[in-house]
């Protein structure tokens, strides 16, 4: 129980299989994400999360001691991976919404990170105190946050304003197509930063998942942004 909101707790298991002279190993991380049974998009995992997150696990090694920030971290599925595999993490969600900011905390507790993670109020848009508290950046991480219109150039302004303080940055961001109409690559040109699609073919396939299943039917894409 949270804020006196029901919840019940999502089990992801995360898995790899090595072979090395004829002998397997298989690497294994559980994560536990406390879900809140309201309607709120900060208290579900959305079906791209699942996606950044096995992203992440299959480059594990590449992130420890890695700086990584979360913007609309919500249940923050893919930064508890990061800090999970060694990364100094930061999940930030809207200052408005301090309820969000206590799942994200909520979360961390959950999954034995609490004192290793950070929780900033970081409002799309917005550049506040906690916006230049951020300090230095190596990985932003986004999951969903192109929902609707209305919020694009709100999140690609804030990626813009992390990356112009952080010029070595990237920023791994993976978004559910509900419309072929909806597309931020118009101001990714204004505001100077350079798009790529990344394929997600294979995704997982070392641990036996099914990348469309995991989708649920949707259509999720990658993109990795950086400093054009």
């Known amino acids: 129980?949270?804020?006196?909101?029901?919840?019940?707790?999502?089990?992801?298991?995360?898995?790899?299989?090595?072979?090395?002279?004829?002998?397997s190993d298989t690497e294994y991380l559980e994560i536990l994400i406390p879900e809140q049974l309201q309607a709120s998009y900060s208290f579900y995992t959305w079906p791209s999360a699942p996606i950044l997150a096995?992203?992440?696990?299959?480059?594990?090694?590449?992130?420890?001691?890695?700086?990584?920030?979360?913007?609309?971290?919500?249940?923050?599925?893919?930064?508890i991976v990061a800090?999970?595999?060694?990364?100094?993490?930061t999940l930030t969600d809207s200052a408005t919404l301090p309820g969000s900011?206590?799942?994200c905390r909520r979360v961390c507790e959950a999954n034995g990170?609490?004192?290793?993670?950070?929780?900033?109020?970081?409002t799309w848009g917005l550049f506040l105190a906690d916006a230049f508290s951020l300090g230095p950046v190596d990985?932003?991480?986004?999951?969903?946050?192109?929902?609707?219109?209305?919020?694009?150039?709100?999140v690609v302004a804030t990626v813009a304003f992390i990356l112009e303080a952080n010029p070595h940055a990237r920023f791994l961001?993976?978004?559910?197509?509900?419309?072929?109409?909806?597309?931020a690559e118009h101001l990714f040109r204004r505001w100077r930063l350079r798009c790529e699609?990344?394929?997600?073919?294979?995704?997982?396939?070392?641990?036996?998942?099914?990348?469309?299943?995991?989708?649920?039917?949707?259509?999720?894409?990658?993109?990795?942004?950086t400093r054009a």
């Open 1 to 23: 129980m949270s804020d006196g909101v029901a919840e019940h707790v999502k089990k992801f298991v995360f898995k790899s299989s090595t072979h090395r002279a004829g002998e």
């Open 173 to 183: 961001c993976t978004y559910q197509e509900r419309s072929a109409d909806w597309s």
């Open 113 to 122: 990170v609490a004192d290793q993670v950070r929780v900033l109020g970081l």
């Open 54 to 79: 096995w992203f992440l696990w299959e480059r594990r090694r590449d992130l420890i001691g890695q700086r990584v920030v979360e913007i609309g971290a919500g249940t923050a599925l893919p930064g």
């Open 197 to 225: 699609h990344i394929p997600l073919t294979g995704l997982g396939a070392e641990a036996g998942l099914d990348v469309d299943e995991l989708m649920q039917d949707h259509t999720i894409h990658l993109l990795e942004i």
């Open 83 to 89: 800090a999970k595999c060694g990364a100094i993490v």
């Open 101 to 103: 900011l206590r799942h």
């Open 139 to 154: 990985l932003l991480l986004g999951s969903d946050c192109f929902y609707e219109p209305a919020v694009f150039e709100d």
